[in-house]
């Protein structure tokens, strides 16, 4: 079966009704044969668990260690339904797993060495000895850990991108990519396929999508602006990547809508989100299919 053919008009006439093309979405099937991540109770519904804290803060990248573990923590134990983060953890990592967190060093947004060291301890306290954890973004293909890794923690910022629409935690692996231009054609329609052709979808445990200080507008290549970012002071936990970078690219249309006066769609649209799900199986996109959970400071939320 070829490949659905996806117009820009199709787009922008469905992101005219809806906030992120919801109403399409849940009109078109996901590929058979394939199940989307982390199905949770009798509907169904995939778990994307948003917590923010108004003191999670010290400064514009760095977040006070100790609010952002339990942040952390707080995400993970609801995700899986137990009061105990550790035990939480012990769901998706064993012992004897390999366990690559794979970050995003974006000089202006970073995933913070305050994010990596709160998800390393936790995989630590899950059992899995030191050595056989690596974090890493730009050298992954070159890693040992990540090359023998049984198990990937995805955890990035979300940003607006000039070639994606968003960066969010589908694109995040993309340096596991030996060219990466193969997957830049048509505004990354197709990131979804380094999924499966780079084995990522079966080992990716957890995805956190960082609403720390998100970038919602941006004109260019690696462009970044203090005018465009604002402290959200948010998390997103899931483990559907695609869920998770739904609601993400939901939060980044709100501000848009909230500081532009009107609706402003992301150029290029963020489509790659909903073709993983509606091309190529990875999850679940639609608002209907996804059960959002807040937690914390309700205060500005967008959503």
């Known amino acids: 079966m070829g490949k659905k053919v996806i117009t820009r008009r199709d787009f922008l006439k469905v992101a005219a009704m809806t906030p992120f093309t919801g109403a399409w979405a849940c009109s078109l099937k996901t590929k058979k044969g394939e199940e989307p991540f982390g199905k949770s109770g009798d509907d169904g519904k995939v778990k994307v668990v ?25 995400a993970v134990s609801t995700l899986f339904d137990v009061k105990d983060p ?3 953890w012990k769901q998706i990592i064993k012992p004897s797993d390999i366990v690559g967190i794979k970050s995003n060093v974006w000089r202006p947004i970073s995933t913070t060495r305050e994010v990596e060291q709160a998800l390393k301890r936790r995989v630590m306290d ?3 000895p030191e050595e056989n954890i690596g974090i890493d973004d730009r ?5 040992p850990i990540f090359q023998n890794a049984t198990a990937l923690i995805n955890a990035r910022p979300a940003r607006t991108h000039h070639w994606s629409g968003m960066g969010g935690c589908i ?15 048509d505004s990354c329609s197709d990131l979804a396929r380094l999924w499966t052709e780079y084995n990522i979808k079966e080992r990716t445990k957890l995805n956190i ?18 005018q465009y970012v604002w402290e959200y002071k948010g998390v997103l936990v899931s483990q559907d990547p695609v869920a998770v970078d ?13 500081f532009f006066g009107d609706d402003r769609p992301l150029q290029p649209p963020a489509k790659h989100i909903f073709l993983a799900d509606t091309r190529h199986g990875l999850g679940v996109s639609s608002p ?16």
Do not use: C
């Not at 050298?139 to 890693?143: A, P, Q």
């Not at 739904?246 to 909230?258: D, P, S, T, Y």
């Open 126 to 128: 899950a059992g899995v």
């Open 50 to 74: 948003l917590i923010r804290n108004e003191n999670v803060l010290v400064s514009f990248n760095k977040p006070d260690p100790a609010v952002i573990q339990r942040m952390l923590d707080d």
């Open 288 to 303: 209907d299919k996804i059960q959002l959970i807040k937690l914390g400071w309700k205060e500005g939320i967008l959503i």
């Open 209 to 226: 999508l960082l609403m720390l200080n998100p970038l919602f507008h941006g004109i260019g290549p690696h462009h970044f602006s203090n």
């Open 86 to 88: 550790v035990a939480a």
């Open 246 to 258: 739904a609601i993400g690219v939901r939060i980044l249309e709100a501000k848009r809508r909230e």
């Open 171 to 185: 694109k995040n692996p993309v340096t596991f990519v030996r060219y990466i231009p193969d997957y830049h054609g």
């Open 139 to 143: 050298g992954v293909r070159r890693n």
